[in-house]
């Protein structure tokens, strides 16, 4: 046994015999963190059917959060949190704590046209230790109108287009009119199926009503959409058609819009002829 090795046993059997004390690397933190069981926001289904007349008709109610925590080792602050449809904060607040029920309410305003999916997610977080925080726990509340569906009309696009020589492109635009009641904030999509003759579905495609200002690269043919003026309720798509497009056969696009309630419109099909 060399030296070095002799002199680390002496200091082992030194620290057993004599009780060594080892520097503190710092303390462990055990504590056990805040757990959301379960949440619920109350109502969870506004039905503007009959509630106003106007689009802008305001609609009020209270919003009713209840939510089951183990608060862990320490006591915890319960929040909650309420998103929009396109996930923008609405409300957020806190929770008060009735004999370890944590409960709140909060008034709701939104316009008879503000339908649509909103979120609410609730956290807990130890009130020692912000970084303490639990899991997160989410629900929604849903805002729908039955009353008033979208309306496809008006599509525009040729009756027939030939398929192009090698090296060339023709450049399809197909618009399409949209109108809702509740306002032309309330379309939440417009497409087209596009079917061959044995009705099997080429694809379904979107349209968009955006000016011409959507990136080539989220649209999905790569080419700027070709509409005209955004927000007007026309939407529009430009497809571009080259000599390896199969001709001698005809598609049928079926339009269709969607609202924010998930209701659907009319089905508009027109047909065009590939020669």
Do not use: W
Not at 62 to 73: L, P
Not at 78 to 102: H, I, M, Q, R, W
Not at 132 to 142: E, F
Not at 174 to 179: C, G, H, N, P, R
Request: aromatic share 8%.
């Amino acid at each position: 046994m060399n030296s070095g090795m002799k002199n680390l046993l002496c200091l082992l059997l030194l620290c057993l015999a004599g009780g060594c004390r080892i520097a503190d690397k710092g303390v462990v933190d055990t504590t056990a963190p805040p757990f959301v069981i379960n949440a619920s926001a109350s109502p969870g289904f506004i039905d503007v059917t009959h509630l106003g007349i106007q689009p802008t008709s305001p609609i009020d109610t209270t919003i009713i959060f209840s939510a089951s925590v183990d608060t862990g080792s320490s006591s915890a602050l319960v929040t909650y949190t309420l998103f929009d449809p396109e996930g923008n904060v609405l409300l957020s607040g806190t929770l008060t704590d009735f004999a370890g029920k944590f409960s709140a309410s909060t008034p709701f305003h939104i316009l008879k046209q503000d339908v649509g999916t909103y979120g609410v997610q609730f956290q807990a977080i130890a009130v020692n230790d912000a970084e303490n925080r639990s899991n997160a726990l989410s629900q929604t509340i849903v805002v729908k109108n039955n009353d008033h569906r979208p309306i496809v009309y008006d599509i525009v696009m040729a009756d027939t287009v030939s398929v192009p020589p090698a090296g060339d492109t023709t450049f399809l635009k197909i618009t399409v009119a949209v109108s809702d009641s509740d306002g032309l904030q309330d379309i939440a999509g417009v497409s087209f199926t596009s079917r061959r003759p044995d009705n099997s579905v080429v694809a379904i495609y979107p349209m968009f009503d955006d000016g011409n200002l959507t990136p080539a690269n989220l649209t999905p043919f790569g080419l700027k959409s070709g509409d005209a003026v955004a927000g007007d309720g026309i939407y529009t798509l430009t497809i571009p058609l080259t000599s390896s497009t199969t001709g001698n056969t005809y598609r049928d696009f079926s339009f269709m819009a969607t609202d924010r309630s998930g209701e659907s419109s009319n089905v508009l099909t027109k047909r065009i002829f590939i020669k």
